[in-house]
């Protein structure tokens, strides 16, 4: 059976439980990270060698790097329908994942961890401000592209809607400014409709 290792409140782990779930995949979940430990056991640093959460083992297959995880699960698994079959459709989805990590993770990572891992008297106001209006200013970009679509791949639910939607859910819960963006809400509403998301990424942020 499918195994996961990693802590139910990262970002990183929701990714994979909320695909799995939505995959309808049976599997086996092992806390794992920061207080529960576990990643700097030489068992744990032999599959993933960076000490970090998420990693997997599906029969044998082990594997980490939550977006490669998400993209696996999904063509194993989701051939026609979280992994588009079109190589042209897959990949407009696709980009989504790769622009989460390396544009808005940033700015997120600021403003997430200035307000929720961060003590008050201990939070750098200036930054958190910034890093929340750079934010902002990205998801524009993402609410013009849901114009005239229901997911970022189009009027299906796939890979692409994975890690921003794990990164949306802080976003939208955290006290802070968010201009109104008609697209981006309503996409943002879509899927807290759907039970794997409620399930696995709707937590309390801690
Ligand atoms: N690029 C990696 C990043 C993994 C990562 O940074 N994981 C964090 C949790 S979100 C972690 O393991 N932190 C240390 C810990 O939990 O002990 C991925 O996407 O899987």
Redesign the pocket.
């Known amino acids: 059976m499918l195994k996961i290792w990693g802590?139910t409140n990262?970002?990183?782990?929701k990714k994979v439980l909320w695909c799995a779930d939505e995959l309808g995949l049976a599997y086996e979940r092992q806390d794992a990270?920061?207080q529960f430990g576990v990643?700097n056991e030489p068992w744990y640093r032999e599959m993933n060698p960076n000490g970090?959460?998420?990693t997997i083992d599906d029969d044998g297959l082990i594997l980490?790097?939550?977006?490669a995880i998400v993209r696996y699960l999904a063509a194993q698994y989701g051939s026609g329908t979280l992994w588009p079959a079109d190589p042209g459709r897959r990949a407009d989805s696709d980009k989504w994942m790769d622009w989460t990590?390396s544009t808005l993770a940033g700015p997120y990572r600021d403003v997430f961890w200035g307000l929720v891992r961060t003590p008050p008297e201990k939070r750098d106001t200036a930054q958190i401000e910034a890093a929340c209006g750079k934010g902002n200013e990205l998801l524009a970009i993402v609410d013009a592209a849901l114009k005239g679509r229901g997911f970022l791949g189009g009027e299906q639910f796939s890979i692409g809607d994975i890690p921003l939607g794990c990164f949306a859910y802080a976003w939208y819960e955290m006290p802070i400014e968010r201009p109104a963006m008609r697209n981006l809400d309503a996409w943002y509403r879509r899927l807290c409709e759907r039970p794997a998301y409620r399930k696995h990424v709707m937590l309390p942020l801690s």
Not at 10 to 13: D, G, I, Q, T
């Open positions: 802590r990262s970002v990183n782990v990270g920061m990643v970090l959460v998420p980490w790097e939550s977006n990590t």
